[in-house]
Structure formats: C-alpha cells, structure tokens
C-alpha cells in the first residue's frame, strides 16, 4: 500500500500568512488521485482538494494544491481564523486507499 | 440535500461484534457506491472498504478483510458495517462516506460518525 507522510506534524502561524503543507508518497501516486481534507475538533473530515489540484464544490479559492507523483502540496495563500484546523491528505490512486498523518495549523 | 445518518454509539467487549448503520437520503442510493472510514484517538482516517449499493459488491482493506463485512439495503436506502473480534486498538469514530459531486473516491460526504469504544 501507498504510504503518505505530511510535513510538518505542525505548523505554527498567524493570521494573514500564508501555509504551506506537504505530503509525500512513497510510491508514485497514480493520475495525480490525491485529496486534501480539513478537519476541526469533533467533526468529520471535509474535502478541500481532489485531483490533486481541483477545489471543491464551495472551497474559497486562497485553498490551492499542486503537485505529482510522489510530491504533493496543500497551500493557503492568507490564514483566516476558520482555517486553523488540521489537514489531511488521501491518495486513491491504488487500494487500499490512504491517508496521511496529518498537519496540525495552530495559531502562533 | 445528501445526508447520511449513522446510528448511535456502541460499547463491546472483546471479542464481540459491532455493526454500524448509515441512512443515505438525498440522491439516488443505488446509483453510488460508500465507503466506510475509521479514525482512533488522536489519529488520521484509516479506510476500510467500498460497497456498490447497486449490486454488494466490496473492494475490503487488506487490514480488514477477515473481519468485516459491509452490506446494502435498498429497500430502506441504508448501508451497514460489521467488524467482529474486536480489540482494544478498534476503539475508534467509525464514518460512512461518499464520493459524490467530484469522484467515488474523494469523499465529499460524511456520516456524523459512530464512537465504537471496545472495553472490557
């Protein structure tokens, strides 16, 4: 199965700076089929990014993804107050499908 | 509106069985497959398994394949999952999920989840 590991465990900013978080596979991931999820205390998961770089239906566009193959990255170009939450990424490229460990951003 | 409705929170012993329900309404059921997502205490999401609600058929996780089984109702729009021998490690939130709006694998809705605690 493909293992997914996001960098950094934390990411500690302030509103208005932008986040930068990564996520890395450790195989190729298929067609670009990856996700990204936001996830706030005692919630379920909501998808931000599929396809590696498509937003979903109702995301403001400061959420963007980018990237291929074993490299993938999930950047909010400002912070706001809501975004501070963690995130996750999911391949589903091959089965099993997977996630990754997470990227706490916590205000500094 | 999509919803999906999942029943409410189990405690099982070790050993016991759990299955878990999901009332889909919204959309045409049979048309989309679900998947179910499991999260423990403090960790990511970790998948399960895809049913077809059209015709049952199943893609498991290799983790789970022995010990679960996922099924469809069409009748009352309702899919279920059984995890038996539980341990203490699947004490976790348990959602169903589903690929919608974008690709059956980009999960765009959630159930609220079940908390399964195994306890002895």
């Known amino acids: 199965e493909i293992v997914l590991t996001q960098s950094p465990a934390t990411l500690s900013l302030s509103p208005g700076e932008r986040a930068t978080l990564l996520c890395g596979a450790s195989?190729?991931?298929?067609?670009?089929?990856l996700a990204w999820y936001q996830q706030k205390p005692g919630l379920a998961p909501r998808l931000l990014i599929y396809?590696?770089?498509r937003r979903a239906t109702g995301i403001p566009d400061r959420f963007s993804g980018s990237g291929s193959g074993t490299d993938f990255t999930l950047t909010i170009s400002r912070l706001e107050p809501e975004d501070f939450a963690v995130y996750y990424c999911q391949q589903y490229g091959s089965s099993p499908l997977t996630f990754g460990g997470g990227t706490k951003v916590d205000i500094k | 509106q999509v919803q999906l409705v999942q029943s409410g929170a189990e405690v099982k012993k070790p050993g016991a069985s759990v299955k878990v329900s999901c009332k889909a309404s919204g959309y045409s059921f049979s048309k989309y497959g679900l998947s179910w997502v499991r999260q423990a205490p403090g960790q990511g999401p970790e998948w399960m398994g895809w049913?077809?609600?059209?015709?049952?058929?199943?893609d498991y996780a290799p983790k789970f394949q022995a010990r679960v089984t996922m099924t469809t109702d069409t009748s009352t729009n309702t899919a279920y999952m059984d995890l038996s021998s539980l341990k203490s490690d699947d004490t976790a939130v348990y959602y169903c999920a589903l690929g919608w709006s974008a690709t059956t694998w980009a999960f765009d809705y959630w159930g609220q989840g079940t908390l399964v605690t195994v306890s002895s």
């Open positions: 396809d590696a770089s």
């Open positions: 195989r190729s991931v298929s067609s670009s089929f």
């Open positions: 049913i077809a609600s059209n015709n049952g058929r199943t």
